[in-house]
T-cell receptor
Framework: AQSVSQHNHHVILSEAASLELGCNYS??????LFWYVQYPGQHLQLLLK??????LVKGIKGFEAEFIKSKFSFNLRKPSVQWSDTAEYFC??????????FGAGTRLFVKA | SQTIHQWPATLVQPVGSPLSLECTVE??????LYWYRQAAGRGLQLLFY??????ISSEVPQNLSASRPQDRQFILSSKKLLLSDSGFYLC????????????FGPGTRLLVL
């Protein structure tokens, strides 16, 4: 069965530090991959997505993610985080049907 | 763009009472609709999804049911709530499958006492 693993449940960084959140998935076929973000008090919203083409995907607010098929990974990165990036981040997998499988989420806290 | 409304925002119910959570969508037609439960540290658990009026797929057998009486209305129900039904329930819509983004509502926080 398909699954998504996010290795870090909580991450604490200082402003200007670099960020990398891990995401690995379990599925042998073609995948569509997403990162969603939930800022405090706000709805879940899309950060970026990959479905074909360049494996390095750029999203909103300076975030990017790289799809590495051989590693079944889709890690999220940002070179320099800001206090406003404090949020919960979810990696998600879609395999061609109508269902999206979400990871457990990573809570990021950025210290000002 | 799509807007998803959910109500109520917060609900406190006794064990054994019925439940009805409503989700309505604006700004799109014939969407795929989803109910998720979000638990701390466990991500989003897909409960039900619907690709059309009257079409419901259940992902997790449990105490809940869903219905889609209209194209842009999705209802989550229970005849008798359990303590374990407490949680944060999210409704989402998607215009198609595959690469389409899911848009989420504000959620309903349910506490069963």
């Amino acid at each position: 069965a398909q699954s998504v693993s996010q290795h870090n449940h909580h991450v604490i960084l200082s402003e200007a530090a670099s960020l990398e959140l891990g995401c690995n998935y379990s599925y042998g076929g073609t995948v569509n991959l997403f990162w969603y973000v939930q800022y405090p008090g706000q709805h879940l919203q899309l950060l970026l997505k990959y479905f074909s083409g360049d494996p390095l995907v750029k999203g909103i607010k300076g975030f990017e993610a790289e799809f590495i098929k051989s590693k079944f990974s889709f890690n999220l990165r940002k070179p320099s985080v800001q206090w406003s990036d404090t949020a919960e981040y979810f990696c998600a997998l879609e395999t061609g049907g109508f269902k999206t499988i979400f990871g457990a989420g990573t809570r990021l806290f950025v210290k000002a | 763009s799509q807007t998803i409304h959910q109500w109520p925002a917060t609900l406190v119910q006794p064990v054994g009472s019925p439940l009805s959570l409503e989700c309505t969508v604006e700004g799109t037609s014939n969407p795929n609709l989803y109910w998720y439960r979000q638990a701390a540290g466990r991500g989003l658990q897909l409960l039900f999804y619907s690709v059309g009026i009257g079409q419901i797929s259940s992902e997790v057998p449990q105490n809940l049911s869903a219905s889609r009486p209209q194209d842009r209305q999705f209802i989550l129900s229970s005849k008798k709530l359990l303590l374990s039904d407490s949680g944060f329930y999210l409704c989402a819509c998607q215009r198609g499958g595959g690469t389409e983004t899911q848009y989420f509502g504000p959620g309903t926080r349910l506490l069963v006492l």
